[in-house]
């Protein structure tokens, strides 16, 4: 199997090569975790968290100057103004209170519409007007807005060209972020490996496709959105639902291979997932359970069915732990009524109460906070911006792209280009050999006038393909 992108000792090149800033991890990381590499995702048994994944200071021992993002929020609230002019706020999230540090996936799970996206929002500093906040989010104890290349976001809507191939896709990309001293034999080796990775090694030179054309599918459409944030392997990682979209073979690779970089790099990773099978589960660090934008736990993945169960909400045999969580607190549906090992079986919105009362017993919320005292006093010089490409670079690989881009799309291109010869013979055809009298000056005057005005009502049929230009300019990570 071809090795990764960090794998170090065992691959023909070193990820040390590649980032000079991970030198420094790839030194420190211990030898049966370098080595390996992590394994391709065609048909590679991984091991589960207890063997592959173990917890991050057995894998990532930072140091004073480097010691990671440890990233920690309290008492977090996010309202929203309603939807009628003068109407009250709506709480979406209140009083949430967490931590995520180098080396750990913490997965952020509930009920449709709980708050899971906001929350991650939040935490990325990517709240959208009119969404006001309150609430402490510190990076190593201080307030910080990370520096390009140290955070990245894989969102819900992949945003991509949908006339790219998956190659193009992540070589521009690699073009773009990755340090401008970089070899360009490098990027497309370091941007070949990260794809082989996310197993999409057999759809390298599929179109990625769009509302018009068909391509790639939407699950793999995820994970071309997550190799192109992993390019720059930042230090601090949000993905909204990274395996909505999968079936359980490839949600378990994906967050398998993420866990895995998470841990021998000691990358931060935030993840809202919505409904994980029992393997993917195993995979995370810490869960937040949300409900209905309270805290129902916020601790070890492997301590939520204990909670549950202490709580009075024992998981029935063979079910999975995420689906019981999820359905026990989800009071959509009322006539959901909830299995308890009380006298009584209860209704989802009890439940809700019982276990956030449960919660805020010392036993559980004053582990978060004693956890939370100790990461803000790691401190660490603040985040560098890293090294990328030269504005020259950007300009042409822009440039290209774009022309790539234009040329594909028959209905910006082609078709325009078809409707613009029609006019020239048009007018050509109407004013030929007008001829150098006085009234030559009008028809001359006419023929600038009509070309001018059409020439700029066709530059609006280039209104999409701006748009999504200006989609994908955004969802790239922001200098
Ligand atoms: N800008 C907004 N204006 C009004 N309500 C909003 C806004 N943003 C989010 N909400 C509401 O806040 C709640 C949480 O939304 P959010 O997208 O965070 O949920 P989620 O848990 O990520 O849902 P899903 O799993 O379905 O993606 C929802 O009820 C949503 O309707």
């Known amino acids: 199997a071809r090795t990764g992108s960090g794998g170090g000792g065992g691959a023909g090149w070193s990820l040390g090569r590649i980032f000079p800033w991970a030198s420094a991890w790839q030194r420190r990381a211990p030898a049966g975790v370098d080595g390996r590499g992590p394994a391709g995702f065609d048909g590679v048994e991984v091991a589960p968290r207890t063997a592959a994944v173990a917890p991050a200071p057995a894998r990532w021992a930072g140091t004073d100057e480097d010691p990671g993002v440890f990233l920690t929020w309290e008492d977090v609230c996010v309202m929203v103004a309603g939807a009628a002019y003068g109407a009250q706020p709506v709480s979406i999230l209140s009083g949430i209170t967490g931590h995520a540090g180098p080396g750990e ?21 990517r709240l959208g007007p009119g969404i006001t906040e309150t609430g402490s989010i510190l990076i190593n104890g201080r307030r910080e807005k990370l520096a390009f290349g140290t955070s990245a976001y894989v969102t819900q809507d992949s945003v991509l060209m949908s006339t790219m191939s998956v190659r193009e896709a992540i070589y521009y990309s690699a073009q ?10 490098e990027k497309r080796a370091h941007a070949d490996a990260v794809i082989r ?32 944030e992993m390019l720059t392997r930042p230090r601090l990682l949000f993905l909204d639902e990274p395996t909505s ?5 490839a949600s378990y690779h994906v967050m398998s291979h993420i866990a ?11 993840a809202a997932v919505h409904q994980p099978c029992g393997d993917v589960f ?34 029935p045999p063979l079910r999975n732990p995420s689906d ?87 209905g910006y291109y082609w078709m325009r280009l078809g409707v613009y010869l029609g006019i020239g013979i048009c007018l050509g055809t109407i004013f030929y050999q007008v001829g150098h009298s006085y009234s030559s000056i009008q028809a001359r005057c006419e023929v600038i ?31």
């Open 449 to 479: 006038m009509y070309t001018t005005a059409l020439l700029t009502f066709m530059a609006i049929g280039g209104f999409p393909s701006f748009v999504e230009d200006v989609k994908v300019a955004f969802s790239l990570p922001s200098d």
């Open 282 to 315: 195993d995979l995370f660090h810490r869960l937040c359970l949300l409900a209905y934008g309270r805290t129902i736990f916020f601790g070890p993945a492997s301590g939520a069915t204990q909670f549950f169960t202490e709580s009075g909400f024992p998981c």
């Open 260 to 270: 895995r970089v998470a841990a021998r790099e000691g990358m931060t990773v935030v």
């Open 245 to 249: 979209g999968l079936d359980s073979a």
């Open 324 to 410: 019981h969580f999820l359905r026990t607190i989800n009071k959509d549906f009322d006539e959901e009524i909830v299995e308890s090992s009380k006298a009584r079986r209860k209704t989802a919105a009890e439940a809700i109460e019982i276990l956030t009362d449960a919660y805020q017993s010392p036993a559980y919320s004053e582990k978060t906070m004693d956890r939370i005292a100790e990461m803000k006093g790691i401190g660490g010089a603040p985040f560098r911006k890293r090294e990328q490409a030269s504005f020259s670079t950007k300009l042409f690989v822009l440039t290209r792209r774009s022309f790539v881009n234009m040329h594909r799309d028959i």
């Open 197 to 228: 990775e996310m197993g999409l090694g057999d759809a390298m030179d599929t179109r990625i496709g769009g509302r018009m054309t068909k391509g790639i599918s939407g699950g793999q459409r995820k994970r071309v959105t997550i190799c192109v």
């Open 105 to 125: 996936v913490l997965a952020i799970m509930g009920p449709s519409g709980c708050g899971k996206t906001t929350l991650l929002d939040t935490l990325a500093g």
């Open 176 to 185: 773009l972020q990755l340090p401008g001293t970089m070899p360009a034999a």
